[in-house]
């Protein structure tokens, strides 16, 4: 997991002096340097290499052998991109992942909004992981959602594509009411400062002319510290990848997989192995 | 120490803090648990980690004899077991799939918790009635020490306000102590105001010789 | 009446449950507070020259205290929130809102620092904390001893609102409420009255909707 990259701050809230942080308990320092370009540097003055991609600074703590995931849709010129800002949250960055891919919350966490009783079925999706991109995705993902975004008025069968295209980011594809065909994008990126502490970065890309910056900022906000409270009290903090810890059904089948996707890859910073 | 004294219950909540409808958190022996009493009035306990994902089951809601978890909404009944899981709602859960339950009695305004089946019942608390409860941040010794009581099975008995009072002592973590207090059974309204408050100061100065001890 | 407001801000909040609970209209004006720190912009530092949120705007009259915006919401719509017209329960509702600026500093200062990269001393703010609950606890026990459920008098005021979504939110400054059950159940009246909203960080009751799995009566 050293050699993926992973996002450590905003490109438009870069500064001179630069903000400490931790990297995998690593603490680093991500500044603009002289000709404004952002730098990462570790505290024994390494240099750390950069991507700026989707709003943010990407680092590495090791060597990269992949480029940064790319996400095509997100360069229609017409997309409003949306940066929400940062949210700390206590808990395994991988939980973190592993509840964004996860809509069978949205009746009784994000009620009213994404989801609400009575209409809890989730029902069959697509699940695999493409050998080929080597990341997970989900497709064929339809809830009912009583305002689905800003921009929906009222309740919609909503489609969603999920994608894990890198350890602790994901993207949400979903139809998109103004713009029937096309999918809004809604992004998860999550900056492991320890195995369960971590700094989440939302960021979207999204069709819709209407609604200000702000609001989009702050209905964001508001999903996201919905499940903030959930997140910092699962048992254990950790993520679980021994399969007797936990109870998963159909409904969770993303979850499984991105679970096997992490065993695979021995991504297990931030999991728990053996139960305790 | 009679303080340590082993028991099968463990004394961890006051009915009157629990009423119909509700959950809260505990802990038995530095383990979380939900305890949580139904719509008609029965009191339960479990472990308060859900087996589907992990959520703290005290934070959950009671639907009539249930409890539901917070996340996913999954719902176990009185004897922990799964009833109901949102996402299906056409599938019976497995009769596996369980939440931990624990034993459980309610006697003289207490809740006392069992890790284990016992026959026996949870000892009489005669001529006392339950005020309120507490937590220390001090060990069962210093607040015995603060209290000027004496030790009894489970806590410490004392005079306060001129008053009977019982304090029973749970520890929950290194320096951590819940106290259940009960004060004799005649105890006025007005007297009862002023021995709550007098525990405030007992609390201060058990925790003022606990902070003084770690410095140490 | 607007009210320039941001979501995840708990005092913002205060004024937007009070205005649900008693019925009273509010336009809501959202601020990009994080991450944009439109507050410090000079439109709204022309509004409020301090530079905090929430604003509530009527005509001529700029509010930038929410203490005073809960009063003025309960005496335009309902006065009865505002506590009975003794001395004594004038007096105690006073003494709640003034706490409740402790709970602010107190509580939101570890909150800010746990949860949005805010600056501060995380210890000492936990600690303070920790003592305005312990405070609050014993008083809302005292009430319960006298039979009642609210901070002042028979009926839930100004000063329960004041107090509440501070209390609530102390998790997110990882500041534990599992210690107090006088607060508990406080908490639970007050999200059990009609027309509570909730904010993120504070569930609504799900056992006050109907049950999906009982059929309704009369059906
Ligand atoms: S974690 Fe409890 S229902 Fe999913
Ligand atoms: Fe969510």
């Known amino acids: 997991m050293i050699d993926a990259w992973y996002p450590v701050g905003l490109i438009s809230g870069l500064t001179r002096e630069g903000r400490e942080t931790l990297l995998m308990e690593q603490p680093i320092t991500v500044r603009a340097g002289k000709t404004g370009k952002p730098e990462v540097v570790t505290a024994d003055g390494r240099s750390l290499p950069i991507v700026e991609r989707f709003g943010h600074v990407w680092t590495s703590l090791g060597t990269p052998e992949k480029d940064l995931f790319t996400i095509p849709e997100a360069d229609h010129p017409e997309r409003v991109l949306v940066d929400v800002g940062v949210v700390r949250v206590k808990c395994s960055p991988l939980r973190a992942v592993e509840n964004f891919l996860d809509i069978a919350h949205f009746p009784f966490v994000h009620t009213d909004i994404l989801g609400a009783e009575p209409h809890t079925e989730v029902e069959k999706y697509d699940v695999k992981i493409r050998e080929e991109e080597d990341e997970v995705w989900a497709t064929k993902v339809k809830f009912f959602q009583p305002q689905a975004a800003k921009s929906a008025e009222e309740g919609i069968t909503t489609e969603y594509m999920y994608r894990v295209p890198s350890p602790t980011s994901s993207v949400l594809y979903k139809t998109c009411p103004p713009r029937p065909g096309e999918w809004d994008v809604i992004c998860l990126f999550v900056q492991p400062l320890t195995e369960t502490l971590c700094d989440v970065w939302p960021w979207m890309a999204l069709f819709d002319e209407d609604t200000s910056m702000t609001d989009l900022i702050h209905f964001q906000q508001l999903i996201f510290l919905q499940d903030r409270s959930i997140l910092e009290n699962q048992i254990p903090a950790r993520l679980p990848l021994d399969p007797g810890m936990e109870t998963p059904t159909r409904a969770d089948l993303t979850s499984i997989a991105y679970r096997r996707w992490l065993k695979q890859h021995g991504y297990t910073y931030g999991a728990e192995l053996v139960a305790q | ?216 | 009446m607007i009210l320039y407001d941001y979501i995840l801000s708990p005092s913002c909040y205060k004024v937007r449950l009070m205005a649900a609970l008693i019925g009273a209209p509010l336009e809501l004006r959202p601020v990009d507070f994080h991450p944009g720190k439109e507050h410090l912009g000079e439109d709204l530092l022309a509004l409020n020259p301090a530079g905090s949120i929430p604003i509530l705007v009527d005509g001529d009259l700029i509010l930038s205290e929410s203490a005073a915006m809960l009063a003025y919401l309960a005496g335009q719509y309902a006065p009865d929130w505002l506590g009975e017209e003794t001395a004594t329960s004038r007096a105690m509702v006073q003494q709640w809102l003034a706490f409740a600026h402790r709970l602010t500093a107190a509580l939101g200062g570890a909150r800010l620092v746990e949860m949005l990269h805010g600056q501060g001393d995380l210890e000492a703010l936990q600690t303070a904390g920790i003592a305005a609950l312990r405070e609050l606890e014993a008083a809302l026990f005292k009430r319960r001893l006298d039979g009642g459920t609210w901070l002042v008098g028979e009926s839930i005021t100004i000063a329960d609102v004041a107090c509440f979504p501070y209390v609530a939110l102390a998790p997110d400054g990882s500041i534990s409420l599992d210690p107090y059950p006088s607060i508990r159940l406080w908490m639970r009246a007050l999200r059990g009255q009609a027309g509570f909203v909730e904010m993120p960080g504070i569930h609504r009751r799900h056992e006050l909707a109907p049950d999906p799995l009982t059929p309704a009566e009369g059906a």
């Open chain 2, 1 to 216: 120490m009679r303080l340590n004294a082993s028991s099968p219950w463990i004394p961890l909540a006051l009915s009157g803090d629990i009423p119909n409808g509700t959950v809260i958190p505990a802990t038995l022996c530095s383990k979380p648990i939900a305890i949580w009493r139904s719509q008609s009035g029965q009191v339960n306990a479990n472990g308060n980690r859900c087996p589907h994902r992990g959520m703290r089951l005290s934070h959950g809601f009671v639907r009539g004899e249930t409890l539901s978890c917070i996340y996913h909404g999954w719902r176990f009944g009185q004897d922990g077991a799964c009833q109901h899981i949102p996402a299906h709602p056409d599938v019976v859960p497995p009769a596996s799939i369980n939440c931990g339950p624990l034993q459980v009695a309610e006697q003289d305004g207490v809740i006392w918790v069992a890790e284990d089946q016992v026959e026996s019942q949870p000892p009489r608390l005669d001529g006392l009635k339950p005020l309120r409860s507490l937590v220390f941040c001090a060990e069962p010794e210093a607040i015995l020490t603060a209290s000027g009581g004496t030790e009894v099975d489970l806590g410490v008995e004392a005079t306060l306000a001129g008053t009977r009072i019982c304090l029973l002592l749970q520890g929950q973590a290194p320096a951590e102590t819940l106290c259940l207090v009960l004060v004799d059974q005649a105890t006025s309204p007005k007297a009862c105001a002023e021995i709550s408050r007098a525990l405030e100061g007992i609390r201060r100065r058990a925790e003022g010789e606990t902070e003084k001890r770690g410095a140490a």
